[in-house]
């Protein structure tokens, strides 16, 4: 790759704070990437301030607003889906046109299919310019997902209907040329391939920063840690499960036991979970780290959604043994009794986080198995090493 590479960045959210999965993922890749080429941004900040980055040329503007009844009537009219639509700027299209009209740029790099919003715009200024997609989940996967637990037949509804949707814009962006699709893990590639066998796929599993944890000893903590956004309905769906039909028979078995749910925009449900017996909602924190350093284990209660939990590999990172669910483990090449321990129904996860708690050597065994494979393997240091590769061969 030449250094004076130019890559022009579309993304729908600030990277920093790099308080969510999605963020983790954009801020390290971009890093990693700015080691190699020049990055002009454009994305969007929820707040007054600005981003600013110290590796990137930035224009970040405010956040659109979503749901808005001339999208919803666009996005019926149109078939876009309005998940799309919700991330239509135009202060920023219009930024987009004056950059790709008086600059130029050696490929693009989007963050996610909400930036095919600004399809328009590239095909007609650069069609032929190479692109790469970066692909966080694959959304119509994770809304398909979702209408087979909707809480209502209306919510089903649409939510199939806007994974339809979404499903024949994929297809399309994955059949253009020149295009690079970076996905999460082996299995989206072979799920894309199976309807979309044209298209350029390459794996950069989510990682994490394992320089940023230093594992503490586990003897001694009874805590447990949720870790996640708590607006996010597959998150929230897991908390509720879990509260409801594993925490009554944990606590009673462990009375000094704590449940600490650490996590951005708790719903109204979630925030009643912090009056029930032994459970604390501690929200929004500006470093998890220090919760990881005084837990005894982190729990993934996921039976929704798609992609790679980074709560995973972080909890990997900080030397902290891991209870999830099946999909929530999808994407992360560890091993069930041997990394982690894997639970989906209530008697199993009763049983793997009383194991925990009891077991010292059971969970100091799993925690070091699992801190190995977060710094042998998934730091992002080591997984961002084939992006000039990449880069050098785009048509």
């Avoid at 963020?23 to 020049?38: D, G, I, P």
């Avoid at 876009?80 to 919700?86: D, E, F, Q, V, Y």
């Avoid at 729990?299 to 992609?307: A, D, E, K, S, Y």
């Avoid at 709560?311 to 982690?340: C, H, M, N, R, Y």
Wanted: proline share 9%; glycine share 6%; aromatic share 8%.
């Amino acid at each position: 790759m030449s250094p004076n590479m130019r890559v022009l960045v579309l993304s729908p959210r600030p990277c920093l704070p790099t308080n969510t999965g999605a963020k983790l993922r954009e801020f390290h890749m971009l890093r990693h990437l700015a080691k190699h080429a020049s990055l002009h941004l454009l994305a969007f900040h929820t707040s007054g301030q600005p981003l600013a980055l110290d590796f990137a040329t930035v224009q970040s503007f405010l956040r659109p607003p979503r749901y808005t009844f001339t999208k919803i009537i666009s996005s019926i009219v149109s078939g876009t889906p309005l998940s799309i639509l919700n991330y239509r700027s135009e202060p920023l299209a219009q930024a987009l046109i004056e950059l790709l009209t008086n600059e130029s740029f050696d490929c693009i790099w989007l963050e996610s299919i909400h930036m095919a919003a600004y399809l328009p715009e590239l095909d007609r200024l650069v069609p032929a310019l190479p692109r790469i997609w970066n692909w966080h989940n694959i959304e119509s996967e994770l809304l398909f997902r979702y209408a087979s637990q909707a809480p209502t037949p209306a919510h089903a509804w649409y939510a199939r209907k806007t994974a339809g949707d979404l499903s024949r814009l994929e297809k399309r962006i994955l059949s253009a040329p020149s295009s690079l699709h970076l996905v999460c893990s082996q299995r989206e590639i072979e799920a894309i391939s199976a309807t979309s066998p044209s298209a350029r796929l390459a794996v950069l599993p989510n990682g994490v920063d394992a320089c940023a944890f230093t594992p503490a000893p586990l003897e001694g903590s009874q805590n447990l840690l949720f870790v996640g956004s708590l607006d996010y309905p597959p998150n929230i769906n897991g908390l509720l499960y879990f509260t409801s039909e594993v925490w009554p028979a944990i606590h009673s078995r462990h009375p000094q036991a704590r449940l600490q749910i650490v996590g951005s925009n708790p719903t109204p449900a979630i925030t009643r979970l912090g009056t029930l017996p032994g459970i604390e909602l501690i929200g929004p924190v500006p470093l998890v780290e220090p919760f990881y350093a005084s837990a005894r284990l982190a729990i993934v209660p996921l039976f929704t959604g798609g992609g790679t939990r980074l709560k995973i590999l972080e909890a990997f990172a900080a030397g902290v043994p891991v209870v999830s669910s099946t999909l929530g483990i999808e994407g992360i090449d560890a091993l069930p009794g041997e990394d982690f321990l894997t639970a989906d129904s209530t008697p199993a996860w009763i049983d793997a986080v009383s194991r925990l708690l009891s077991d010292p050597a059971v969970a100091n065994t799993l925690a070091a198995s699992a801190l190995n494979l977060a710094r042998s393997r998934y730091d992002w240091g080591i997984l961002c090493q084939p992006l000039p590769q990449w880069l050098d061969s785009l048509d």
